[in-house]
Every structure is written in C-alpha cells, then in structure tokens.
C-alpha cells in the first residue's frame, strides 16, 4: 500500500534511508580489497546490502547483489513518496541511462552480463525487464520487447532501432528528448530546486550530444540534436560548440560558453570525455543538493540528495569492483570514487 507523505516528511525519511548507504570512508577502505572474494568479503562484512552476493564473487554477482538492494531502498521510497516528482525524474533519468546502455550494448554485440553494468531497475524497467532487454541479439529486438512492455519510449525508439543500421546517435538523442519530456512535467509537481534540477540535468545531456557530435563522422544536422528544457546552454550556444572542428575544441567552447555558471566547472573537469562528463556533473549536483538541504531541509533536496547518492554508491561499488578484478591500484580507485564525504 503505498501512502503518499508530504514533503517535509519526505524529507526526513530520506535522511534516514541515507544511513544505509555506504558513507565515503567505508568505501575508500574498500578499494584496497584487492580481488572480487575478498570485495565480497568486506561487502558481507559490512552488512549494508540487502542481498548476499551469490558464489562465486564474480563482478557480475556484486553488482547483482548491489542492483537488487538498490531495488529495496528504492521500493521503501516508493511506498512513501507515491507518484512523487522527484522519484519520478530518477526514474526517468535512470530509464535513459539502461536504454542507452542496452542499445550501445546490443549494437557491440556484448555480453549480457556486461550490458547490466550499473543499471538500477525502475517501474518501467524492473529487474527482469532489464534481463531480458539484456539479452536481445538486436536493436530492433530490443525495440521490440520495449513495445511488449508498454514503455513510454517504445514507440519513439522503435522506428530507429528497425533501421538496417541504427545509428547511437540517433538513438541517444531520442533518448535525451524523451527524458525531458517526463523530467519536465514531474518537475512541475515539484518545488522550485526540483525544476532546476531537471533544467541542469537537460543541459548536461546536451553537452554530451555536442562532444558526441564532434567526436566523429556525422550526417545530421546539430540543430536536430538539440533538446530544448536546459537553462545555461541555450540553443545557440549549442550550436556554436557543435561547430568546433572536434570534440577538444568542443569542449574549450562549452568551458567559454558555461562561465559564470554552476556548469563550467564539470565542463573544464570533463574535458572532451561525455563519461567523465556524467560523473563529474553527478559529482557537482551531489555537492548543489547538499548545499540547498542546509538552506531548504524540508524541500525536495534532501529526497534529491539521497537518490543520487544511490545512483554515486552504485558507480563507486562497480568501479571498486572492477578495479578488484583488474588489480588496479587503491589510490587510483579512491581518486575516482564519485560518493561525497559527509
């Protein structure tokens, strides 16, 4: 039964869901943990995944295990928020984040298990859901399971993805515009740090599309590429950084074009990598969100900040792992992990 509480009281909730996610110093112990079992180990040890992660220890079992109690926090959140906006815009943004993954997969013809790699399930996209979208040897099979389950982008995507050549391209813009489309109308039953949220959220998806469009061969028009919603890259901005002769000069331009704003800073961090784009922004709107609970703490910054703490412990989690199975060394794992201190 799901009982829709109010915001203060969301708020107050969120916070103490906060307590069980893994705090900054228990995840920097963790990157000296030197292979899967023994990341494992220190996993079961600590007792804040509600999962066990299955035998053998593989990375493929710890990022099950962390999904799976993603999904558990995520189901308590749920039950009290109702349809809530600001669960609502992570859902939605967590939906673009696995297409986008599940298509890039299907195209490279990876390993299912791969095309999992830190995804979070969602209402639209549950635990299954996201098996079986694994496993399909097309985009247009893909598509096709899409429509099966009614999702909101079926049709959007399909079309696309039945073309003798799907282009990532075409397929992450469509993805960008519908993510607008539900982020911007959750945003409306929301507070005002909720819309700026949205609006920052659709500017560094646009800033992604303008150093994916110059980072190679293109036969599109960048204007197509450009999703209205964002605030601080306005369209002829944009435009002006799809431009550039290449994805470093992309990147100089959207320093220039940001400066002054809450954007030039992960901008400068990301240089010309769209990835390292994505942790560096979830890294500033981490710090944003901090910010407005001192300021705001019964607004929805404490209900954003816990989700996005979520969505840090699962990168970081994947990353530990990895690097574990790599032999990577701690220092470099720690210099990378994304979860604030606190």
Not at 145 to 157: G, I, S
Request: charged residues 20%; hydrophobic residues 50%.
């Amino acid at each position: 039964m799901t009982v829709a509480l109010d915001l203060p009281t969301l708020a107050v909730r969120a916070r103490g869901l906060s307590s069980k996610l893994f705090p900054r110093a228990e995840l920097e112990e963790m990157a000296g943990a030197g292979s899967p079992e023994a990341l494992a180990r220190e996993l079961e040890r600590r007792g804040r995944l509600f999962e066990p992660v299955s035998s053998p220890p593989t990375v493929a079992a710890i990022e099950s295990a962390v999904r799976h109690s993603a999904a558990h926090l995520l189901r308590i959140l749920s039950v009290w928020t109702g349809p809530h906006g600001a669960l609502e815009v992570f859902y939605a943004e967590e939906d673009r984040r696995s297409l986008r993954a599940l298509f890039r997969g299907a195209l490279q013809a990876a390993p299912s298990e791969a095309r999992l790699a830190g995804l979070l399930p969602t209402p639209w996209l549950p635990e299954r859901a996201l098996t079986t979208l694994a496993r399909q040897p097309t985009p247009a099979r893909l598509a096709a399971q899409l429509v099966l389950l009614h999702h909101p982008e079926a049709a959007r995507l399909s079309t696309l993805a039945a073309k003798a050549q799907p282009v990532l391209l075409d397929l992450e813009r469509a993805l960008v515009q519908g993510l607008a489309e539900r982020t911007l109308a959750a945003a409306r039953a929301g507070d005002r740090n909720l819309c700026a949220v949205v609006r920052a959220r659709i500017d560094v998806c646009n800033m992604q599309m303008a150093l994916a469009f110059t980072a190679g061969p293109h036969d599109v028009e960048p204007a197509t590429l450009f999703t209205a919603g964002g605030e601080a890259l306005p369209r002829r901005a944009f435009l002006d950084a799809c431009s550039a002769t290449s994805a470093a000069a992309a990147s100089d331009r959207l320093v220039h074009l940001l400066a002054g704003t809450a954007l030039e800073a992960p901008a400068r961090v990301a240089g010309a990598d769209p990835v390292r784009l994505e942790a560096a922004a979830l890294d500033h709107a981490l710090t944003w969100q901090r910010r407005v609970a001192r300021i705001d703490p019964l607004g929805s910054a404490p209900l954003v900040s816990f989700l996005l703490r979520l969505q840090a412990q699962s990168a970081d989690l994947r990353r530990l792992a990895w690097g574990a199975s790599l032999g990577a060394p701690p220092a470099l794992l720690r210099a990378g992990l994304v979860t604030p201190w606190t």
